[in-house]
């Protein structure tokens, strides 16, 4: 069994894609980076070195991983994706289909949790960071990693520090919202919608405390996640880590059920996520701050 995400680029989508294809091991989790490029540095005068792609990773089936295009590139010099119509089917050692353009498409896919704009904003401004901090400074010591849960009490704690902290945070809905009274603005429909947009206002607006207290659970994760470091350090953080670690769990439940098993890595087993898959760029026009994300790179993966 075999976790990839998209953070898996380079090496470890060639060792993956290689148990894929010789059917060694399923792989679960998201779609890989598609990293299939070897760049070669060649040294230059003035301590300078140009780097070159001499070379592709392929794997066994003879597919290649590479998901940007940058032998041709757009009008405007940007790099494209791996067309569509160049996407090529291999076969696995059982017969399985699967396609090469972008990163190893997992046998079983289970995609993370999205993050609220509320946990990223705590994590962003050092909220749980310091009150983390505060924490160990006034507890000496935790119970073990598997035992420790935050209470009630400690919850309650951080929400006070953190209404105290004075943390700023804005939806998506509020930027959205923004730009929406923009357009009106500038097409002179202001006055017109002036009421709607206000009752839209007040039903999105973010309130702190009451957020906090709905997002309780996703904000413990990683408040947890930050106290037992102060104590356990990295180790601890681990572990924490894969006590809520939906692909783990999903694995795990895999690998216990063997006839399960051998079925993925049969013939007769239909991956969703490979066969009648339209494979299609993100056509997201990102802001030039957004713009450096990974999720540029990514492939959406979409069903005819």
């Known amino acids: 069994m075999v976790l990839v995400n998209r953070g898996s680029a380079s090496a470890s989508e060639i060792v993956a894609g290689a148990l894929q294809d010789l059917d060694r091991a399923v792989i679960l989790g998201q779609r890989t980076f598609g990293k299939g490029l070897v760049q070669t540095t060649i040294p230059l005068s003035y301590n300078a070195q140009v780097k070159v792609t001499t070379a592709k990773y392929y794997t066994p089936s003879g597919r290649c991983v590479q998901m940007l295009d940058y032998s041709n590139r757009n009008e405007d010099g940007s790099v494209g994706h791996v067309p569509d119509s160049l996407i090529s089917e291999f076969k696995t050692r059982n017969g399985r289909k699967v396609f090469d353009g972008g990163g190893i498409i997992p046998d079983i896919k289970v995609e993370s949790g999205e993050i609220s704009q509320l946990t990223i904003s705590l994590l962003t401004q050092n909220v749980f960071f310091d009150f983390a901090t505060k924490f160990a400074y006034e507890n000496p010591e935790i119970p073990s990693v598997e035992e420790f849960r935050i209470t009630d009490e400690i919850y309650t704690n951080f929400v006070q520090f953190a209404l105290k902290d004075s943390f700023k945070y804005e939806t998506q809905s509020e930027r959205e919202l923004k730009e929406l009274e923009k357009i009106v603005k500038r097409e002179k ?29 996703e904000v413990v994760q990683f408040l947890r996640d930050e106290i037992v470091g102060r104590y356990y350090y990295e180790d601890g953080q681990i572990q924490t880590n894969l006590i809520n670690d939906i692909q783990l769990h999903k694995a795990i439940e895999i690998i216990k059920d063997q006839s399960k098993y051998t079925s993925i890595l049969s013939s007769d087993f239909e991956n969703k996520q490979q ?14 701050e957004e713009s450096s994300s990974l999720e540029e790179y990514f492939y959406e993966a979409t069903t005819n």
């Open 275 to 288: 066969l009648g898959m339209k494979i299609s760029v993100l056509h997201k026009k990102e802001s030039s």
């Open 189 to 217: 429909y202001y006055d017109r919608a002036q009421a709607e947009l206000e009752a839209l206002r007040s039903k999105l607006m973010n309130d702190k405390e009451t957020d906090l207290i709905s997002f309780k659970e």
